[in-house]
């Protein structure tokens, strides 16, 4: 009897999971919330073919009040409903979190407060996940919850990760800095790999302007935006102001050009009235100010009204000539980001430099708060192989691996983080990793030449840093021969990147001492001879590049000289018998057309003979330093010449073909001539520009790739 009466109860528990199923995927959540209320069990049931709760799926389809009714609902038996998540071990309130739902949050803390303690499989919390999706309104509402002291119990994963390494991974800096001021001593925590913050900020070479190639415009936009620092003080207030209070105006989405427009006269006119007297207070706070304005501090007080003007025109201005508000917001959040990190970077500088680094990888459930080495920063992370306790020999050794954040920072190129790190911790130019590469060899073996120009520009002794080599003997001109897998320049085109690679090499070899261009490595392999061997496929792709392309514009420079001498044989008009002039010599056109086509003529043959002198050349190496970029150049400059000469030439002459008859019709007729030859110009302009800027650039500019 008690058997059948549990089968008929699973089968009803199976119906009232199919109803709840089918009304949550047609969206029906009053019946859902009608079904929890008659049958509290159905709280925990898991619904088939998602493999969830219902309040887990009303969280995901972000159903607030659905949320809060179904929360409501339960009484104490039904609480470990809350605790029920999915296959990853993630309860609704993780999910929440992950969304940045601050009323889902609150609906389900206010039941059980406990709940922020709960960790999925990977050990993370719901405040670590609101941090790791970069949700900064989840973030402060659980920070609130849980306090300082409790959220460091919760803001770390067992692999020893903490929300301050998944916000600067994410690159939500803004949210890095609050968490610094919340959870100070975070700062200075690592993972079981031994990886910093510091190390992570290090490998993200697009957070840095040095890191960020912008076009002519961008550049124009970026110098003019104006990005203030974050605000200790302001950041706070926002993490003690309550969620209600926080609420934002919504809006059209065809209405964001409007709104943008009245958030910049608002911010304007705001900052503008401003009471100067605020700044007294500011100058008392504690923490970073903005380095604007800090600058401005040379004038009196009463100036900000004029600087604040000055950024409100320069927005309107950049408006006007055609930018628009969405490339002007797109380079202003690059530039933000960009102030972001760097105000990050000098936080994380400056909290290494006065406190103690803590470096305990154990599992964040069984940490000690108050448990510290006897380290300092820097040294500790140089030493971190020794100082972490690690659960097998595999894991010591990849600790062991661990470079300092100084050596990542030279090998992705972030030269403002290398420049503070010489200004912190000036031992730091001595850093060596497990191949005992310092911080010039990494430079010049991932073709940072910024990094490289800093450090040649820097007084220090040059013995001990510029003429280390590695646990291989090789030099940093070894690595400045060595050619890498990834193509290293951001130039298109094998023969320009063997030139950059030959001005990479030259570049590297005037700063070293003669007695090393002979020098030998482990393998007897001086820098020539590895810069000869590992370039030869790169030099036969380059040679036959440079072929291919001097045929098809010696072509091109052949049927312009052809038309052009047929042209200058053939003067349009009759010839005076007496004198045997040209009738039409007086006038301004056949003057036009008469110094067109020789200039087309001459210019035409002038290219057709450089795109020979290329094709017969012996193409060695050091013959793409100088000698082919600059004769393929001056054949493209001759060639673009004549083809604008010979259009001249060709209007000019039709001039009087047309006549008065078809005047009207002139310019689509001679459009129309004129595009066969036109598309050809446009279509090698842009090799023209980039031949231009690799020939005359000193020194190569690296394509951006993470080295971490």
Known sequence: MEFEIIEVEDTEMEDIK????????????????????KHPSSHKAIVPASGETILYMAVSERQEEIVALLVEQMSEPDLDALKIGNDAGDSPLHLAASIGNVPMCKSITVKDKKLLGVRNRKGETPLFLAAHHGQKEA???LHRLCGSYEGYRYCRKDDGTTILHCAIAGEHFDLAIL??????????WVDEKGISPLHLLASKPTAFRSGIPLIWIERIVYHWVYVEDLKEDELLQQSTESFESKKKIQYPENYRTCMNLWKTIKTAATTVFRPICQDEDAKNTKGHQSISRAQRQMFPPNYDIFFEFLKFANTILLVFLGLGFGKIKKTKDKKEKHSRSMQLMDILLQCASMH???????DPRQLSLHKYEETTFYNNVKEISTSIPSR??????????????????AGNGVTEMVEKILQFFPVAIHDCNSEKKNVVLLAVENRQPEVYELLVKRKFRRDSVFLAVDSKGNSALHLAAMLRD????????????????????????????????????????TPREIFTEDHSDLLKKGSEWLNST????????ALIAAVSFATTSNVPGSFNDSSGRPNLENQSTFHAFAFSSLIALCSSLTSLVMFLAILTSRKEEDDFYKELPRKLLFGLSALFVSIAAMLVSFCAGYFYVLGDELKNGAIPIYTVACLPISFFAVAEFPLYVDLMWATFRRVPEPRYKVVF
Request: aromatic share 16%; with cysteine.
């Open 18 to 37: 199919k109803k709840l199923f089918y009304c949550a995927m047609g969206s029906d959540w009053e019946e859902v919330v009608r079904i929890c209320k």
């Open 139 to 141: 973030f402060l509402f």
């Open 179 to 188: 968490i610094i001021l919340l959870y100070k001593d975070l700062a200075h």
């Open 356 to 362: 103690d680094y803590y470096s305990n990888g154990e």
């Open 392 to 409: 097998n020999q595999t894991q010591t050794n990849e600790f062991g691996k661990s470079e300092t954040p100084m050596l990542i920072a």
């Open 486 to 525: 990834h193509r290293p320049w951001h130039i298109p085109g094998s023969a320009l990147q063997m030139q950059w690679e030959i001005k990479w090499y030259k570049f590297v070899k005037n700063s070293m001492p003669q007695r090393f261009f002979i020098h030998y490595n482990n393998d007897h392999h």
């Open 550 to 557: 001097s045929s098809s514009c010696s072509v091109v420079a």
